[in-house]
Each structure stands twice: as C-alpha cells, then as structure tokens.
C-alpha cells in the first residue's frame, strides 16, 4: 500500500482506470438536479463539487469575523462506587444539570458559527434541543437500569434517535452540529460523575446513541428500499458496511502514526476518548458515501456532511491535512477491502468527498 505521505489527490485512480465505462457527470450546481450524477459524458462530479466546496468554504470563512466567546469551566464532579442501581440514581441526578452545562458549552464554542454559516437563529430552540437531550438519555438510563444489553437500544430507543435527528436536518442540516454537541457534551459530564468501573459499564449504552445520532441510518434504510433488491448499490453497501468498524480502525491507526504528537481541543490523538471519536468520524463518512451510493447523488455529502464539518473541525481544533490525511488512507482501506465490481460504485463518491476536502479547497 502506498505510503500516505506520497499520495495526493492527483493519484487517486479514475473509474477507468478499474473498469471501462461511461463517466459520471452533473449538469449543474443549482437545484435539485445539482447533486445527481447521471451517466452522461461531460463535466466531471468531482471538478462540479469541488467548485462548490470552495464557494461554500469561501464564503463561510469571509462571514467569520467575531470575537471568540469564553468557554465557562466544567463543575467537578465527585466519583462514586456504587451498583447498577447506585449508578442510575447518579445518572438521573445528573442528567437535568448536564444538559444545562452542556447547552452553554455549545453556546460558547458554535454560537459565533450562527451569522458564520448563515443559519437562522429561530431554529436554534434551546429549550427543545436540551428537553430532547434529556428524553433522549433518560430512557438510555432507564433501559441501563432494567439491565437491558446495549446492542437492544437500537430497537428500544433507535428510532427516537433516528426521529430526532431527522426533526433538526430537516430544518438546517447545521442544526445537527448544534444537537450533536449537546449530545456529545452532556455525554461526557455524565461519565464525569462515574468511577471508572462504572464509566465501562455504561459507556456502551453512550456509544449506540452516538453511532445511531451521528450517522443518517434512517436515511440510509429508505434510500435502500428505494433500489432493486440485490442491486448492484445495495450489495456495494452492504459489503463495506461488513468492514466498516475494521476500517476505520486501520485508518484511525494509520492516521495516527502519521501525526504523532497531534492535538485537538479533544485530547491527543493517542488518548481513547480521542481514538473513540476519531473513529466514529470515519464511520461516519463511510456511512455518508453508502447514502450517496443508494441515492445516486452527491447531496448528502453537500448539504450535511461537508457544511457540519466546515462548522465544527475549526472549532475542535482539528486539521484540515489531518482530515484530508484520514480520507486518503480511507480510499485505500475501502480499496484493499472491496471486489473491483464493489469499489466501481463507490468510487466516483469516495474520489468526489476525498477531492472535496482537498487542500485544493481549504488552501483558499
């Protein structure tokens, strides 16, 4: 495998390349025909997304000229043994002044991200944003307390999550930004309040909220239905699906060793919590790339992935040439995993996202 530090996105190899056939081209950057890729000879998806990438990153980065916010202190919890039953007394404890700490956490470092991004300040409903936090928790807590396992939230509170986070996308995408930190935040004080015992207990149940909050399933399982059983789409996804934890742990370890030393507003990039959410991030874009798959289109990566990570990275100190670093080992990771007849339906999305966080972009 080619060493990192050798690739750039020029070597990237064309759907040609693997297998003859028509290419994929868009007809134009506006509208709702702006993210289809149909299968007709002209202007390259890539050439077409990467234009908008930078005219978004452009245009978000001319917006940003407030003054940081001050980001008010995390009280001190004290730690506490205890049983399963011990435990969730804490956690319900703790849930109501978490979400409040956790909401002005997120106040402080994307409130100037709201005139940045252009996002309209009547969507942002605190009050809403924190009640879902907490309904949301409460019921992880009480399947915690009832001693269901883990893997059973995403049938006891899969959908709830799914719901919620389809109600924010579907006003602003940006809004998953906002809900996804609380989420993030209010998680990290309640195990702030856990012995360490009791933190790899419940850490699990945190875990299935985060994949099913982050990740669009719901999105991904209707794209699905809409595609011939055992299509070529379906059974791409599929099989990446299969290898997508082992993916990104190559691609977390490989990352890694490049940037030895590396830090974030998070931790090192050795330290667990970081590896943990390093790791659900290239998840993350994989299941991006399986719903661009299914959906024939670009779209999803344009109007979610890409403008929440224009918001966020910056502000959790994370590097665009770590970013760009993950996403080329990513190709080659996915690329060592699939079938060629696998890799050919991924490949104009994977080639498209990996040249949408180019430094081509970011460098402007």
Request: aromatic share 8%; hydrophobic share 40%; charged share 25%.
């Given at each position: 495998?080619?060493?990192?530090?050798?690739?750039?996105?020029?070597?990237?190899?064309?759907?040609?390349?693997?297998?003859?056939?028509?290419?994929?081209?868009?007809?134009?950057?506006?509208?709702?025909?702006?993210?289809?890729?149909?299968?007709?000879?002209?202007?390259?998806?890539?050439?077409?997304?990467?234009?908008?990438?930078?005219?978004?990153?452009?245009?978000?980065?001319?917006?940003?000229?407030?003054?940081?916010?001050?980001?008010?202190?995390?009280?001190?919890?004290?730690?506490?043994?205890?049983?399963?039953?011990?435990?969730?007394?804490?956690?319900t404890?703790?849930?109501?002044?978490a979400?409040?700490i956790?909401?002005?956490?997120?106040?402080?470092?994307?409130?100037?991200?709201?005139?940045?991004?252009?996002?309209?300040?009547?969507?942002?409903?605190?009050?809403?944003?924190?009640?879902?936090?907490?309904?949301?928790?409460?019921?992880?807590?009480e399947?915690?307390?009832?001693?269901?396992?883990?893997y059973?939230?995403?049938?006891?509170?899969?959908?709830?999550?799914?719901k919620?986070?389809?109600?924010?996308?579907?006003?602003?995408?940006?809004?998953?930004?906002?809900v996804?930190l609380?989420?993030?935040?209010?998680?990290?004080?309640?195990?702030?309040?856990?012995?360490?015992?009791?933190?790899?207990?419940?850490?699990?149940?945190?875990?299935?909220?985060?994949?099913?909050?982050?990740?669009?399933?719901?999105?991904?399982?209707?794209?699905?239905?809409?595609?011939?059983?055992?299509?070529?789409?379906?059974?791409?996804?599929q099989?990446?699906?299969?290898?997508?934890?082992?993916?990104?742990?190559?691609v977390?370890?490989?990352?890694?060793?490049?940037?030895?030393?590396?830090?974030?507003?998070?931790?090192?990039?050795?330290?667990?919590?970081?590896?943990?959410?390093?790791?659900?991030?290239v998840?993350?874009?994989?299941?991006?790339?399986?719903?661009?798959?299914?959906?024939?289109?670009?779209?999803?990566?344009?109007?979610?992935?890409?403008?929440?990570?224009?918001?966020?990275?910056?502000?959790?100190?994370?590097?665009?040439?770590?970013?760009?670093?993950?996403?080329?080992?990513?190709?080659?990771?996915?690329?060592d995993?699939?079938?060629?007849?696998?890799?050919?339906?991924?490949?104009?999305?994977?080639?498209?996202?990996?040249?949408?966080?180019?430094?081509?972009?970011?460098?402007?």
């Amino acid at each position: 495998m080619t060493d990192i530090s050798q690739i750039s996105s020029k070597s990237l190899p064309a759907a040609g390349e693997i297998q003859q056939g028509e290419s994929l081209a868009s007809q134009g950057i506006t509208g709702a025909d702006t993210h289809k890729l149909p299968e007709t000879k002209g202007v390259s998806v890539s050439s077409l997304a990467v234009s908008w990438a930078k005219k978004y990153y452009s245009t978000v980065a001319a917006r940003e000229n407030q003054a940081p916010r001050q980001i008010p202190q995390s009280p001190e919890f004290t730690n506490f043994e205890g049983n399963r039953a011990k435990i969730v007394d804490k956690l319900t404890d703790t849930i109501k002044l978490a979400s409040e700490i956790a909401w002005s956490r997120v106040e402080a470092v994307l409130g100037e991200q709201i005139e940045g991004h252009a996002i309209d300040p009547s969507l942002i409903n605190r009050e809403e944003i924190v009640a879902d936090t907490r309904a949301l928790y409460r019921k992880v807590i009480e399947a915690y307390g009832d001693r269901e396992p883990a893997y059973r939230l995403s049938v006891l509170v899969g959908k709830d999550i799914v719901k919620v986070r389809r109600k924010y996308s579907q006003r602003d995408s940006l809004l998953l930004g906002f809900v996804t930190l609380e989420f993030q935040y209010t998680s990290r004080i309640l195990l702030g309040c856990l012995s360490e015992s009791e933190r790899s207990e419940f850490t699990p149940y945190l875990k299935v909220v985060d994949d099913y909050l982050h990740s669009p399933y719901g999105e991904i399982n209707e794209a699905a239905a809409n595609q011939p059983p055992n299509s070529k789409a379906i059974l791409a996804v599929q099989h990446l699906l299969q290898h997508a934890t082992q993916i990104a742990s190559a691609v977390y370890d490989r990352a890694s060793s490049q940037h030895q030393g590396y830090r974030s507003s998070s931790g090192y990039l050795s330290d667990r919590d970081v590896k943990i959410s390093s790791m659900r991030d290239v998840e993350i874009f994989q299941s991006y790339l399986c719903w661009c798959v299914l959906e024939e289109s670009i779209g999803p990566v344009q109007q979610e992935l890409f403008p929440m990570c224009v918001m966020l990275y910056p502000k959790l100190h994370v590097s665009w040439e770590l970013v760009q670093d993950m996403l080329l080992i990513l190709f080659w990771e996915i690329s060592d995993r699939l079938p060629a007849e696998d890799l050919i339906v991924f490949l104009p999305y994977l080639r498209t996202v990996t040249e949408m966080f180019s430094s081509d972009v970011f460098d402007n």
